[in-house]
């Protein structure tokens, strides 16, 4: 059974870069399927983020694209984000979660980390 | 410009069925029908209920179920139960390889 855990600072300054991790366990990350960030500030509803695959394949949430890179370490089998010049709009819980390709949905979520930009 | 409109609340008693809606708009050609809909307890991770506008995941109560007619998705939770308290979200695969959530609707059982 494939689990996700996000890990990653949870304070992080204005103007910084936000970098997270989500570590996959009980499956490879190279399987045939994508991965993908979600986050959801406090209060307010899902935003989806980006999405990577192992062969090095990403896309990103026009909103964000200037600001975010994903992308996957097959070696440590996890994939990370990269969100910079962050501000206080940017906090929010991290979510990563597994993508099921051609259907495109999210199958399985990690737990989630608060990151709050202070 | 594409956007997933839900209503920001709905309600119901234990034991009614409910429905919520999910409208994709957009400026170009969208997939709307792939649509996936996920509950989401506070403090939770979301928890998927239904994909592909009207699949069911294993171990998803046959009390959700999903469908669509044209440009809307719709969920419905019959024989609401107290633990069915919680926020839903649509998610629309646009066909531009990006995903766009539903702004959620929050559902009380009264």
């Known amino acids: 059974q494939v689990q996700l855990q996000e890990s990653g600072p949870g304070v992080v300054k204005p103007s910084g870069t936000l970098s997270l991790t989500c570590a996959v366990s009980?499956?490879?990350?190279?399987?045939?399927?994508?991965w993908t960030w979600v986050r959801q500030p406090p209060g307010k509803g899902l935003e989806w983020i980006a999405k990577?695959?192992?062969?090095?394949?990403?896309k990103y949430n026009p909103s964000l694209r200037s600001r975010v890179t994903i992308s996957v370490d097959k070696a440590k089998n996890q994939f990370a984000l990269n969100l910079t010049s962050v501000t206080a709009a940017d906090t929010a819980v991290y979510f990563c979660?597994?993508?099921?390709?051609?259907?495109?949905?999210?199958?399985?979520w990690g737990r989630g980390t608060l990151v709050t930009v202070s | 410009q594409s956007a997933l409109t839900q209503p920001a609340s709905v309600s119901g008693s234990p034991g009614q069925a409910i429905t919520m809606s999910c409208t994709g708009t957009?400026?170009?050609?969208?997939?709307?029908?792939?649509v996936s809909w996920y509950q989401q307890h506070p403090g939770r991770a979301p928890k998927l209920l239904i994909y592909?506008?009207?699949k069911r995941p294993s171990g998803v109560s046959n009390r959700f179920s999903g469908s669509q007619s044209g440009d809307t998705a719709s969920l419905t939770i019959s024989g609401l139960q107290a633990e069915d308290e919680a926020h839903y979200y649509c998610?629309?695969?646009?066909?531009?390889?990006?995903?766009?959530f539903g702004g959620g609707t929050k559902l009380t059982v009264l």
């Open positions: 998610c629309g695969y646009p066909g531009d390889n990006t995903f766009l």
């Open positions: 592909d506008g009207t």
């Open positions: 979660a597994r993508v099921v390709s051609w259907i495109w949905y999210f199958d399985i």
């Open positions: 990577t695959h192992h062969s090095g394949s990403s």
């Open positions: 009980g499956g490879s990350i190279s399987s045939s399927t994508w």
């Open positions: 957009s400026s170009g050609v969208g997939n709307w029908h792939i």
